[in-house]
């Protein structure tokens, strides 16, 4: 069963940093292009960054010079780096790979900003 686990959530203060992985759990599947989403409470999910396998990213204006997405192929791991944070960066996020030519979503990560 293909399974996506997120890790790296945390508490951070305004301006710090963290950096969330993404990774399948069990059985190794191969993840393609993924992309990284979050939901704060009360509002819909939103798409924050999408990488490709050849490392190509994208990133939605909001985090766009805040927010790195990366990968290690060789490990089959998602990062997403995430400096000057921000309160508003409070959310649940999730990852979202396609592996076998279908998607898969992770269970999500807290990450909450706050002094």
């Known amino acids: 069963q293909v399974r996506l686990v997120e890790s790296g959530g945390g508490l951070v203060q305004p301006g710090g940093s963290l950096r969330l992985s993404c990774t399948t759990s069990?059985?190794?599947?191969?993840?393609?292009?993924a992309d990284w989403y979050r939901q704060a409470p009360g509002n819909q999910r939103e798409w924050v960054a999408s990488?490709?396998?050849?490392?190509?990213?994208n990133y939605a204006d909001s985090v766009k010079g805040r927010f790195t997405a990366s990968r290690d192929n060789a490990k089959n791991i998602l990062y997403l780096q995430m400096d000057s944070l921000k309160p508003e960066d409070t959310a649940v996020y999730y990852c979202n790979g396609e592996i076998n030519l279908r998607r898969y979503w992770g269970q999500g990560t807290q990450v909450t900003v706050s002094s």
């Open positions: 990488i490709t396998r050849s490392s190509m990213t």
């Open positions: 069990g059985e190794t599947f191969t993840i393609h292009t």
